[in-house]
């Protein structure tokens, strides 16, 4: 199992990006994937997720206007599409896959410990 995120980059305040996370070794829509930021000196924190076969989408509450989780089966890839993007989105962003333990469950989980493989993150960076 590998996840490669990618995307980021340098962005204007009310630009955007998207940020692909292209997985190989099982199949995206049966799994919830997860996207996490890490700001400068802070923890890493959930920001939405998706697992398309229940068409499950959440979205953490701070970017839920801005931001659009999806995938592409064919391609195998997650997606995060985002808009307005602020000076506060700033950090590395990270695709994960939440255990296999917790892949029946209704809900996206919040948790980084839940989830057990990761890609090794795309710096995101929101400036003028």
């Known amino acids: 199992v590998q996840l490669q995120a990618y995307g980021g980059g340098l962005v204007q305040p009310g630009g955007s990006l998207r940020l692909s996370c292209a997985a190989s070794?099982?199949?995206?829509?049966?799994?919830?994937i997860g996207w996490f930021r890490q700001a400068p000196g802070k923890e890493r924190e959930w920001i939405s997720c998706i697992k398309n076969i229940h068409d499950v989408r959440d979205y953490e509450d701070s970017v839920r206007s801005r931001f659009t989780v999806s995938t592409d089966s064919a391609k195998n890839t997650a997606y995060l599409q985002m808009n307005n993007l602020k000076p506060e989105d700033t950090g590395i962003y990270y695709c994960?896959?939440?255990?296999?333990?917790?892949?029946?469950?209704?809900?996206?989980?919040?948790?980084?410990?839940?989830?057990?493989?990761w890609g090794q993150g795309t710096q995101v960076t929101v400036s003028s």
């Open positions: 994960a896959r939440l255990s296999e333990m917790y892949t029946e469950g209704p809900n996206c989980l919040r948790w980084v410990d839940r989830y057990d493989y």
């Open positions: 070794g099982f199949q995206v829509p049966y799994y919830y």
